[in-house]
């Protein structure tokens, strides 16, 4: 047998030691090598099991020839054979609409049932995505009633259906199961909220449900929907009022995520809700460059955790509007440390509506972290929040530090001297890794350049210029 790259496969010795077969390489990518007889002899089970970590280190795999599972399947007959026997390696799909031809249906249609085929009774994680994109949606519609077939088994699914596919993929009674036995976690968006309702009420018949993320979050769940069974939340448009809701119910919550809106600042509730489990919170409340709004002073992130005890929780996310009309009320932060006792690892505030004094009184109280990420408003005097850093009682345990000045004040040298302190300093951890961006202003990292790249060749991970710095 011959294949593009490999030549003729034999197992006659000595032809099989100059025969080659495809391995990872250091950086994990797929490569070809030369190929063992004892490869051949393997049993099937743990050449199967070999073939699951071929494949890509994604939650949704993609049909592409060039890798697995596809790529198993040419390499000669004995693995094309184990590759399709192997339910594991097709239990994966992602189908993204944008990224298909319309003059192919027939192709994709069949493409994807016979994976889905493969996948026998495993349980499949799958992702269905951009379908309103399509003119001839309809044309899809085979695959949706064979994934809507084999809904006992799923375990994870993610998808953005119009509302006929929502309807043929999830609210299918004669083909979807009322039963969702393995199902583990649950992602939809652009769903009408009559939709999302009808699909919530469905939820509650998924013993293992713990993850549960929506576009915009409805008002009113069925009574019997099983928040304590949820353990990760995440809302993209999530009313206040809403937020409340979930905050109140997930009483196993480890982690949740909430975009806030603008709402009704009456669904501030005077009770507190205590989250014992509760390890990571995104409360966001900045608008997208296509959605200018700002949510009421009241209503702010910061007030939220008023109304949180979360002794378990180690890494909060804050950002706030940047068009907030008066300084944000602080002691919300105050209150809910004072309750939780929270030793905190990573903190992100964003754009905080106050001054360089009060930031300062907000960290001192969170000494444990060893993660910062700080935002900054325009024209807010820093000088004294960084002179606080050559402190040793000051977050004495900081590793890493992201700042976006933007037009911030700040003397370049007082941050020149700070990076030193915090280098040198004995007591304290070494802070290894600073990463700043300031606007439109060149001149202030020309005037402490030496210093920073002197601090640079001694080990310190120091990035810094005036555009936003990705990663890390």
Request: glycine residues 2%; aromatic residues 10%; charged residues 20%.
């Amino acid at each position: 047998m011959s294949l593009p790259g490999l030549g003729a496969l034999s197992n006659r010795a000595p032809e099989y030691q100059k025969q080659n077969t495809l391995v990872f390489d250091e950086l994990g990518r797929l490569r070809y090598a030369a190929l063992s007889r004892r490869v051949l002899a393997l049993p099937l089970e743990v050449l199967a099991e070999i073939f699951e970590h071929c494949l890509p280190a994604v939650e949704f795999v993609s049909p592409d020839p060039a890798t697995a599972p596809l790529v198993l399947c040419d390499v000669c007959h004995h693995w094309r054979v184990v590759a399709l026997t192997t339910p594991m390696l097709w239990s994966s799909l992602s189908i993204d609409m944008e990224f298909l031809d319309e003059t192919h249906w027939d192709a994709y249609v069949y493409l994807y049932q016979t994976w889905l085929s493969r996948a026998q009774q495993a349980p499949l994680t799958l992702s269905i995505q951009n379908l309103a994109l399509l003119r001839h949606s309809q044309y899809l519609h085979p695959v949706l009633q064979a994934i809507a077939r084999m809904s006992a088994q799923w375990r994870t699914i993610e998808f953005d259906p119009t509302e006929d596919d929502t309807q043929l993929l999830f609210l299918n009674e004669e083909a979807t199961s009322p039963h969702f036995p393995l199902l583990e976690k649950v992602s939809y968006i652009n769903t009408e909220s009559d939709w999302q309702s009808t699909l919530a009420s469905r939820l509650s018949n998924a013993p293992r449900l713990r993850e549960l993320c929506t576009n915009s979050f409805p008002l009113t769940l069925p009574e019997d929907f099983p928040w304590a069974q949820i353990n990760t939340f995440e809302t993209r448009h999530a009313t206040l009022s809403s937020c409340f809701y979930v905050l109140d119910r997930a009483v196993n919550l480890v982690q949740g995520t909430f975009r806030i809106w603008i709402d009704d600042v009456d669904a501030v509730p005077t009770s507190v809700a205590t989250l014992d489990h509760l390890e990571a919170l995104s409360i966001d409340a900045s608008p997208h460059d296509d959605e200018p709004f700002f949510i009421p002073t009241q209503a702010t992130p910061l007030s939220v955790l008023r109304h949180l005890k979360t002794p378990a929780l180690k890494h909060l996310i804050l950002r706030h509007d940047p068009f907030e009309p008066h300084p944000a009320d602080i002691s919300p932060f105050f209150s809910w440390q004072s309750r939780s006792a929270a030793q905190l690892q990573s903190l992100e505030l964003c754009r905080v509506p106050a001054s360089g004094d009060t930031l300062i009184s907000c960290l001192k109280v969170v000494p444990s972290l060893t993660q910062l990420r700080l935002r900054f408003l325009h024209n807010v005097d820093l000088n004294p929040l960084f002179v606080q850093f050559t402190a040793i009682s000051f977050l004495p345990k900081l590793e890493t530090m992201h700042c976006q000045l933007n037009n911030a004040r700040l003397d370049p040298h007082t941050l020149a001297k700070m990076l030193r302190w915090r280098w040198d300093a004995v007591g304290v951890t070494r802070l290894r890794l600073f990463w700043v961006v300031k606007w439109n202003d060149a001149e202030f990292f020309e005037a402490i350049s030496v210093e920073l790249e002197g601090l640079q060749s001694e080990g310190m991970d120091l990035r810094y210029g005036n555009e936003v710095v990705r990663g890390g």
